[in-house]
């Protein structure tokens, strides 16, 4: 099983950028596709942005394409967030599973997630 933990969260004004971490370790994490989701209060939890084992495969989010940059280094994947607006705001969490997905359903592992706060 591969563990999951995330950083780089905080407080951030309408513009501004954020850079979230997730370290994977545990039994061959680096096979793992790994993604992003996201849940604001009362949300549903939206997916964000995925990359595969390799980084070849991309997957993004409509509402942060072009906004938001994935990438992966072997075990650590990386959420470059540029021009932050308000409805960004969110708890992040990062998953993993053996492929690149858009829904939960394909990821097993679960981060405990990281705060993201974007001021109006």
Do not use: H
């Not at 994490?29 to 991309?58: C, D, H, N």
């Not at 997957?59 to 021009?83: E, H, P």
Request: charge should be neutral; aromatic fraction near 10%; include cysteine.
């Amino acid at each position: 099983q591969v563990q999951l933990v995330e950083s780089g969260g905080g407080l951030v004004q309408a513009g501004g950028s954020l850079r979230l971490s997730c370290a994977a370790s545990g039994r061959a994490s680096s096979t793992y596709a790994m993604a992003w989701f996201r849940q604001a209060p009362e949300k549903e939890r939206e997916f964000v942005a995925a990359i595969s084992r390799g980084g070849a495969a991309l997957r993004y989010g409509d509402s942060v394409q072009g906004r938001f940059i994935i990438s992966r280094d072997d075990d650590t994947m990386y959420l470059q967030m540029n021009s932050l607006k308000f409805e960004d705001t969110a708890v992040y969490y990062c998953a993993a599973g053996p492929v690149v997905g858009m829904t939960r359903v394909y990821y097993g592992a679960w981060g405990q997630g990281t705060q993201v706060t974007v001021s109006s």
